[in-house]
């Protein structure tokens, strides 16, 4: 075996901490924004950029070539921080994210905005990832819960704001500075960085384990693949899904095989054996199953069904992220001030499964206030779980693996969300057509044809008949959507009871944990008063 042997290089003066971790915040707060906006501001720009560029039919390929790359590259980048230091490795990604926006501002026809996409999508698998890994390195996880509120409101922001700021870029810039607009952020956030944020360098003498990555690659590109074109491109019973499903399957058997066998692995397995990293990585993936799915159909039902503005889509969700962030608030200052936190994943779950179960009993007569009451439910919940789930799970491992712990935990919800919104989409198309047929007989099969989302205008245009069927038909189609949502749901609950409440790392020297270098321990990064 190789020798995996981590030489510290750290520079005179690196140990230092900046003098306010408030600066450091800001610029990774700003980075979050990057990765978090990026596909609400260019989903709202796309009918211009068809418009421009042509090639309709590649449409989806925009979007998908960011997932895949974004998911495939985030346990690399999490890995390669771990190994030779988090703050190089983090500007890199950023960087990568950057030219990946200028090329495809820069783009010609529709297959250089693809290829620039996926070129975007590397460097944004690493932001996220980043983000969180230098909090766990800067603030311990005991005083972390006070800067959770930050977060949930760099989230709530995102997804708010993400659909409005779209659609005025675009009207009055143009949709090449959906993709510009990054680069004064991304470069105002890289100058931050490289001013204030200093950790210990890093040099491991192992190799990078390309095969673990590609098995990996190739796992998830398949897993991605699927949740996208099943029930859409492709019959889930066709040949391409199930060879897709076999080539997945067969990836990430042998990835698990060959992590026991490398010298540096990609994702190392052994942290796995804390139940509470397992568990987090389980609830994890259960919220963005929920959460994407939450966001996708219910501003889809607001405008089908209650008529509200399609030019707003993003405020529609405000009760639900609003009571995310004051959740989120509440639950990192109690965490903080009483070092519990149990209490959250548990009560989180039961007001997710609640939230949902009211969500699904939505109908044609229900109003903007009812349902804003339910999607505050939902919000309660999962911010009582978004933060708490990253707090955990990098309290339960090493600090030396405290990259692919985020990676992983950032990883699980990824693919959590691209399940949810598969499986939910799958079940509320499936209901859509059903009833409209039964309602509005070949009429209503026929507008369904296609798809079973349809925009505001293309709703204007059908006959009154049609128009109330379809009503019906999302009405039934988001019931069975959230319905199976709150059973889903069931399962981040039985994981939050078995989580064992392990005292949170505080601010002071830690005692090292088994199997870790007392050394290490000593010179974790400490932040100073602020």
Not at 79 to 87: I, V
Not at 125 to 135: E, K
Request: a neutral charge; hydrophobic letters at 50%; one cysteine or more.
């Amino acid at each position: 075996m190789a020798d995996t042997q981590t030489v510290d290089t750290t520079e005179p003066g690196a140990e230092k901490q900046p003098k306010s971790v408030r600066v450091v915040l800001l610029a990774l707060m700003i980075t979050m924004m990057l990765a978090m906006l990026d596909n609400m501001i260019v989903g709202t720009a796309m009918p211009t950029i068809v418009g421009e560029l042509g090639g309709l039919e590649h449409l989806s390929w925009v979007v998908t070539a960011y997932t895949l790359a974004t998911a495939a590259a985030t346990p690399v980048w999490g890995k390669l921080g771990d190994m030779y230091g988090r703050k190089a490795t983090f500007m890199t990604s950023i960087v990568i994210f950057l030219i990946g926006s200028a090329l495809s501002g820069m783009a010609q026809n529709m297959g250089e905005l693809i290829g620039f996409r996926a070129i975007q999508g590397l460097g944004a698998g690493g932001l996220m990832v980043g983000v969180m890994a230098i909090i766990g390195d800067l603030i311990p996880p005991r005083e972390r819960g006070k800067y959770q509120g930050m977060m949930a409101g760099v989230m709530a922001l995102a997804m708010i704001g993400g659909p409005l700021v779209g659609g005025t870029i675009t009207d009055n810039w143009g949709w090449r500075w959906s993709f510009y607009i990054n680069l004064p952020l991304g470069v105002f956030a890289l100058g931050l960085i490289s001013a204030v944020l200093h950790l210990p360098k890093k040099r491991s003498k192992a190799g990078i384990d390309y095969l673990g990555v590609v098995l990996l690659t190739v796992g998830i590109t398949s897993i991605v693949l699927v949740t996208t074109w099943g029930g859409s491109e492709y019959a889930w019973s066709s040949a391409r899904i199930m060879e897709l499903i076999g080539i997945g399957v067969a990836a990430l058997v042998g990835f698990v095989f060959w992590q026991t066998k490398a010298a540096e692995p990609v994702v190392p397995l052994h942290i796995f054996r804390s139940r509470n990293f397992t568990l987090m990585s389980i609830i994890g993936f259960i919220t963005g199953f929920v959460m994407f799915g939450a966001t996708l159909f219910l501003p889809l039902y607001q405008q089908s069904v209650q008529g509200a503005s399609a030019t707003n889509s993003g405020l529609l969700l405000l009760p639900m992220l609003g009571a995310m962030l004051v959740t989120s608030m509440v639950a990192g200052r109690v965490t903080t001030n009483t070092g519990k936190y149990k209490v959250f994943p548990v009560v989180g779950s039961v007001l997710m499964i609640v939230g949902l179960y009211l969500l699904s009993t939505m109908d044609t007569g229900t109003s903007r206030f009812t349902s804003g009451v339910f999607m505050a439910v939902v919000g309660l919940g999962m911010g009582c779980l978004m933060q708490i789930t990253m707090l955990v799970a990098q309290n339960s491992v090493e600090m030396k693996d405290m990259g692919v712990a985020s990676s992983s935990t950032t990883l699980f919800r990824t693919l959590g969300s691209s399940f949810g919104v598969a499986i939910m989409g799958a079940l509320f198309n499936n209901r859509v057509q059903d009833v409209m047929s039964e309602r509005a007989g070949a009429l209503g099969s026929k507008i369904t044809e296609k798809s079973a989302q349809l925009d505001a205008k293309s709703l204007e245009k059908l006959p009154a008949v049609a128009r109330e069927a379809y009503q019906h038909a999302v009405s039934s189609g988001t019931h069975s959507a959230f319905l199976l949502g709150s059973v889903v749901a069931v399962v981040a609950l039985v994981a939050a009871v078995f989580v064992k409440e392990v005292a949170l790392r505080g601010a002071g020297p830690a005692a090292p944990r088994p199997g870790e270098d007392a050394d290490a321990v000593a010179q974790a990064p400490v932040v100073e008063a602020v």
